[in-house]
């Protein structure tokens, strides 16, 4: 038996035919024979049957309608009984017109069409041509949707090896962006002489410049942080940043488990009661208030002292000396001849204000 290619389109189309004489058999193969198909004989309904339990991929079947034991109608709907065979066209061959009535027994038993004796060559040959080439294109759409099929579980493969990486890059920033954080805060720690420029600028546009740095975990605590209109003062944008992000993430490391962290950030010209019973103005200085509202836990009722420390460092439990990053807030806004109080509210929450002088006006 000639071997076949893997191909649609090169392959060797199978046509099983099914007669109970041998003349006829040899008849069609006579007449297909030109067009290269490679022939199944069967000479009976149920040597048909044997052949299809291994053999399942034809292009077509030819049946003769009358065979003993079983006839051709009984043999199609035993066949199509087979999911596997459910789409294998048969045409039935019969010598006699049947009538109306008889011809869609044979399409209700599965049949396709019917070709009458004495076969007219020409047009076995048409019609066998019609559904093979129907055949062909059906195993060339099926073999590329198997290739789509496989292309796609190599991109989900792909899809899924990179996020895995990217939360590996997120949590290696995350790392790092703290690594950095640290450096910061003791650098300021160390009062090393840094050139720190003044200068008139825009407090809104110069935070949620300083938020966009801390994206990836305000996403991690999946927190909200909104930054109302804030006015033009002049400060020192280089220490802008870490004031900002160390009382940003004051308030996204003190919130409340199982809410979502709520930060707002806004300026007032009035003075807070809270400056007032803190802060005694001798000198009747203007000042402007940038407000950092959360959700969080609070502070437990600690004054402005315990809660700033008296020095940049902290030592608790043994541990060794970390960062009070609140404390160096402090000393960012001494050097903006400002202050820093912080009040936590009754029903949960705190509030940071970080106040600015404001120049008088000439």
């Given at each position: 038996m000639t071997s076949i290619n893997n191909d649609p389109l090169s392959k060797q189309p199978k046509i099983l035919l099914v007669d109970d004489r041998e003349d006829n058999l040899l008849s069609i193969e006579a007449i297909l024979a030109p067009d290269n198909y490679q022939f199944f004989r069967a000479y009976s309904g149920e040597q048909a049957l044997k052949i299809l339990l291994n053999e399942f991929d034809f292009a077509m079947i030819l049946m003769d309608v009358k065979m003993p034991i079983l006839n051709g109608f009984e043999t199609a709907s035993l066949i199509y009984e087979r999911e596997k065979l459910k789409n294998i066209p048969i045409i039935f061959i019969t010598a006699n017109n049947y009538g109306d009535e008889n011809i869609f027994k044979g399409y209700k038993a599965g049949g396709i069409d019917y070709i009458f004796k004495p076969i007219n060559p020409e047009v076995l040959r048409a019609k066998v041509s019609v559904f093979i080439d129907l055949y062909r294109k059906n195993a060339l759409l099926l073999e590329q949707e198997q290739k789509l099929s496989v292309a796609n579980k190599k991109m989900e493969m792909e899809i899924s090896d990179l996020k895995i990486l990217q939360e590996k890059m997120k949590h290696r920033n995350i790392r790092l962006q703290k690594e950095i954080f640290a450096l910061e805060s003791l650098l300021v720690l160390a009062h090393l002489p840094v050139n720190v420029e003044?200068?008139?600028?825009?407090?809104?546009?110069?935070?949620?410049?300083?938020?966009?740095?801390?994206?990836?975990?305000?996403?991690?605590k999946m927190a909200t942080v909104s930054i109302d209109p804030l006015p033009s003062l002049r400060v020192s944008p280089v220490l802008m940043r870490p004031l900002f992000q160390y009382l940003i993430?004051?308030?996204?490391?003190?919130?409340?488990?199982?809410?979502?962290?709520?930060?707002?950030?806004?300026?007032?010209?009035?003075?807070?009661?809270?400056?007032?019973?803190?802060?005694?103005?001798?000198?009747?200085?203007?000042?402007?208030?940038?407000?950092?509202?959360?959700?969080?836990?609070?502070?437990?009722?600690?004054?402005?002292?315990?809660?700033?420390?008296?020095?940049?460092?902290?030592?608790?439990?043994?541990?060794?000396?970390?960062?009070?990053?609140?404390?160096?807030?402090?000393k960012i806004m001494e050097k903006h001849n400002g202050f820093i109080v912080a009040k936590t509210e009754t029903n949960g929450g705190s509030a940071f204000i970080v106040s600015f002088p404001v120049a008088k006006s000439k």
């Open positions: 003044f200068k008139q600028t825009d407090l809104t546009k110069l935070f949620k410049g300083f938020l966009d740095e801390m994206d990836d975990l305000v996403k991690e993430r004051n308030a996204l490391h003190y919130s409340k488990q199982d809410v979502n962290p709520i930060i707002n950030v806004r300026s007032e010209t009035e003075e807070p009661s809270i400056v007032k019973a803190n802060f005694k103005n001798n000198h009747d200085q203007k000042y402007c208030y940038i407000i950092f509202e959360d959700n969080g836990d609070g502070f437990d009722g600690k004054n402005n002292d315990e809660i700033f420390g008296s020095d940049g460092e902290s030592e608790t439990s043994g541990e060794p000396k970390t960062v009070n990053t609140l404390a160096l807030c402090r």
